[in-house]
């Protein structure tokens, strides 16, 4: 498998449901990124991974749990969601370089999430 | 306050009428523009940015700092164009090896036979 690969592709979970979104990537990227994209509001960043150092947490809820244990991996683990929180959710790598102005970030094919 | 608007949710056009997508942004510093694209069941890629002044499947975007915009054209729009298209503004990066995209809403093209 190439590129962002992101499992499950769906999911479905009640809200005392714990449960984990894997992403990985085989690009030899270092950073890593989680975005949210709900009905009619933009792709909105979650977290961002650079390293595998946490560098971005954009006033998400508690009960998002990122984790990003090597540079190929990023996990997103859920619990007590809420019915708002069903979307789309996309992982994106990008290859960092310090000094650059922008690296093309990658984007997996998302996991749909719906939270009854 | 860093922001992308695209105000057209849906463009329904004709085969080989132009397009123009329009997306204006607010940054204060010197921004850098994308476009992304999601064709149907496919995923969101890189469509073009706005510093390669590239052309990319017929598709360009001049960034207008005066008007703040960053419309995509394409002179004879296909079928094969229809898609989600976003427009996407860079912020500060985090530790020189990271980038924020802040993402517009997107806006569909229908590209009409």
């Known amino acids: 498998e190439t590129g962002v690969t992101q499992t499950p592709r769906h999911l479905v979970m009640g809200m005392t449901n714990k449960k984990s979104l894997k992403c990985e990537q085989h690009l030899g990227h270092n950073a890593m990124y989680w975005y949210k994209q709900s009905a009619k509001k933009p792709l909105e960043l979650m977290f961002v991974?650079?390293?595998?150092?946490?560098?971005e947490n954009n006033s998400v809820p508690s009960r998002f749990s990122p984790e990003c244990p090597n540079s190929s991996h990023l996990f997103l683990h859920l619990h007590t969601l809420q019915p708002e929180d069903s979307a789309l959710y996309l992982c994106?790598?990008?290859?960092?370089?310090?000094?650059?102005?922008?690296?093309?970030?990658?984007f997996g094919p998302g996991t749909r999430l719906t939270v009854l | 306050a860093q922001r992308v608007t695209q105000p057209e949710k849906l463009l329904s056009v004709f085969k080989g009428a132009p397009v123009e997508l329009k997306c204006n942004y607010s940054y204060s510093g010197s921004p850098e523009l994308f476009w992304y694209v999601q064709y149907s069941r496919q995923r969101l890629q890189l469509l073009l940015r706005?510093?390669s002044r590239e052309s990319i499947k017929g598709f360009t975007a001049d960034l207008n700092k005066g008007e703040t915009s960053f419309h995509l054209k394409k002179p004879f729009a296909q079928e094969e164009d229809s898609a989600m298209y976003y427009c996407a503004l860079s912020g500060v990066g985090y530790g020189g090896a990271t980038n924020k995209l802040i993402f517009g809403t997107g806006t569909l093209l229908a590209v009409q036979p």
């Open positions: 991974y650079s390293l595998e150092e946490r560098v």
């Open positions: 706005h510093i």
């Open positions: 994106a790598s990008s290859q960092g370089q310090a000094g650059a102005s922008y690296n093309e970030q990658f």
